[in-house]
């Protein structure tokens, strides 16, 4: 299992099937399944249903892992009241129970590679996903037929460190792990954009742990899951009073002594299998596994033969009984510490680029996100605690991606909606040539190769073009003229029909480009072509004035929410009390079974957009409030 980056991955397949051949390597297949939020989707769009009724439908099925339709009913009210309020969603329930579970579709393993002695087909049925061989075996099937199989995994972070460590001009790879300033950072908990330190509940653990060392950060990796997560309070509160650490049995000191009397890493619990019990290197390991993948049938028959072997070493039965339940419990989730260490190191990396080049690591991290709107926002906020500024795209210096230049991080082009990567690279080489002056010299220089109005539009909605001088309404209906005038001249003169200055008054544009005589779109407007063209307001946001009193009010963010869907450890759980602050940019209305009427509505804050459900009752009494563009505060 080795993680490269992202952007090279490719390169280290193609290195093993050079080594091995081409026949001896293959990618994995692995077959994707309905969960319960993916059938309910599926369903409500096979029915015609409005995406954002289906999304709020679907959000409303708790957070567990595996959880079925029927288990999601019985937890969620809300869930249930909507079922039975409204037939339609009774009737996608209904579909969905059905189709749940089922085989969606096949796709190629992220990580998975087979290596095989024989050619692949040897051993397994063979497939091609765009002319790349792919076993027809699952990723289990391949180990249990005792196949080599190699996990060759994209890291975005990677990535990011690579390219903030060449934009700093800096060797990564020797710095000291001994700065004192990066171990403030962690200990302020100021982790925004840290690999693995970035949720909220790790952010609290750093700041109550207060880490000096990296093998404080080793531990806060392995820690921060839901088995020995449990320990957290006592980790913490044994680091700062090393001298009140208890154990069970003396023979447990030079365990977990390193880790204040705690169970931290695997391989603690098979050390006390060989330690306490007389186990084999071997065995210990096996019964290892078998508490992570929770096989209680092993588990409890090695029980007996532990208890017997902590016998022969004088430790009683309740006593040994007692630390397997600890290690039963702390096994199902707990990393190696190898694992951890190495995720340590990748943090602390990246902890010391924010610490000591801040802005060229923000500009490569909100690089690798460019698609991912919420996290921009998000990460645009974290500059400006940081000191640094986002400034808007820019058709003469931004790049593809983010750039720091000094202070300021230039918007990258990459991030804008109908520019392609061709046509960027098309404008950076004309750069090269001098500034484009203008509309007209920007249409005129570029109109060749991936030239597009398409993507022209986007640059000028979304402001990119705003250095030209001229307002945004005006080139957006300029363009159309230009563009055709400036084609027709070209065809022109390719077949020689007419010299430059052979152009009529008609054709004058081509010469002596004029604005049109009209006033810039109203503030409003502005912010939401700025936000379809890139997913964020670049120039200002409708909830910049409320964003204090919502900070001291203690509501919460949508990313936050959102972050918490893939953090089991997070503060928001379901069935949690929280309050939201946004405003309105969409409302859907639907009868109910009873003849009420009910709306779906999205609001959207600083940092992303929430779906959210209100009942008749509620729509009856707040109804006044519910419309696009109002800003209302949710409980």
């Known amino acids: 299992d080795i993680d490269f980056c992202y952007e090279r991955r490719g390169e280290v397949i193609d290195y093993v099937t050079e080594k091995y051949g081409a026949d001896h390597v293959a990618q994995i297949v692995t077959f994707g399944t309905l969960a319960t939020r993916a059938a309910i989707r599926d369903v409500g769009r096979a029915m015609g249903m409005p995406y954002a009724a289906v999304d709020a439908v679907a959000k409303l099925v708790p957070n567990d892992f595996h959880i079925s339709i029927d288990q999601a009913v019985k937890k969620s009210k809300e869930l249930s009241d909507l079922i039975r309020e409204n037939q339609q969603v009774n009737e996608l329930i209904e579909t969905a129970r059905k189709v749940e579970g089922m085989p969606r579709n096949t796709s190629t393993h992220a990580a998975g590679v087979v290596i095989t002695h024989d050619p692949v087909s040897t051993y397994v049925p063979l497939a091609t996903n765009d002319g790349v061989p792919v076993t027809q075996y699952i990723m289990t099937t391949l180990e249990e037929l005792g196949l080599l199989k190699m996990d060759f995994l994209g890291l975005r972070t990677l990535t990011v460190i690579d390219d903030a460590s ?49 093998e404080d950060l080793i531990a806060a990796t392995s820690l921060y899951r839901p088995g020995p997560a449990k320990q957290i309070d006592t980790f913490v509160e044994n680091s700062h009073n090393p001298e009140k650490v208890r154990y069970i049995t003396d023979k447990l000191r030079p365990i977990l002594e390193n880790t204040y009397g705690c169970m931290v890493y695997q391989e603690q619990v098979m050390q ?46 309740s006593a040994a009984n007692s630390i397997f ?51 921009i926002a998000r990460y645009t906020a974290e500059c400006k605690r940081i000191g640094l500024r986002l400034g808007p795209p820019d058709i003469n210096s931004s790049m593809k991606g983010f750039t720091a230049n000094g202070r300021v991080i230039n918007y990258g082009l990459l991030g804008i909606k109908n520019v392609g990567s061709d046509f960027i690279d098309d404008i950076v080489e004309e750069r090269k040539n001098g500034r484009f002056i203008d509309l007209m010299d920007f249409c005129k220089r570029m109109q060749e190769g991936h030239f597009n109005r398409r993507a022209v539009e986007s640059l000028i909605r979304c402001g990119a073009m705003d250095c030209f001088g001229g307002n945004r309404r005006q080139m957006l209906q300029a363009l159309p003229s230009l563009i055709t005038n400036l084609e027709n001249y ?112 999205t609001a959207e804050d600083l940092y992303g957009s929430i779906e959210i459900i209100v009942f008749p009752k509620t729509l009856e009494k707040y109804s006044e409030l519910i419309y696009e563009t109002s800003v209302i505060s949710v409980v």
């Open 166 to 214: 060449k934009a700093a001009g800096i060797d990564i790879d020797a710095v000291s792990i001994n700065d004192s300033e990066v171990y403030k950072l962690f200990a302020r908990g100021q982790t925004e954009g840290i690999f693995q330190f970035e949720s909220s509940g790790m952010k609290q653990m750093l700041t109550n742990l207060k880490p000096t060392a990296l």
């Open 272 to 317: 006390i299998f060989r330690e306490l019990a007389g186990y084999s290197y071997g065995r210990a390991d096996i019964v290892r596994r078998a508490m992570s993948k929770k096989k209680i049938a092993v588990m409890e028959q090695e029980r007996e033969t532990f208890i017997a072997g902590c016998g022969k070493n004088g430790i009683d039965e």
């Open 325 to 375: 339940d600890q290690m039963s419990d702390f096994a199902k989730y707990a990393f190696n510490k190898s694992h951890a260490a190495c995720y340590a190191l990748v943090a602390y990396r990246t902890a010391y680029l924010k610490c000591h080049y801040p802005a060229q690591f923000m500009a490569a991290l909100m690089t690798s996100v460019l698609d991912q709107s919420n996290k």
């Open 490 to 601: 070209r065809q022109s003169t390719r077949y020689g029909q007419v010299g430059f200055f052979d152009l009529g008054q008609g054709d004058i544009m081509s010469l002596d480009f004029e604005m049109p005589d009209v006033s810039e779109f109203p503030k409003a407007e502005l912010l939401k072509m700025e936000k379809e063209m890139t997913g964020l307001y670049l120039s200002g946001h409708p909830m910049d004035k409320y964003a204090d009193i919502c900070r001291s009010s203690g509501y919460a963010y949508t990313i936050d929410l959102i972050e918490a869907e893939k953090d089991t450890m997070s503060k928001y759980k379901d069935k949690s009390v929280v309050k939201l602050c946004g405003i309105i940019t969409h409302v859907t209305l639907k009868q109910t079974r009873n003849g009420g009427t009910m709306a779906f509505v």
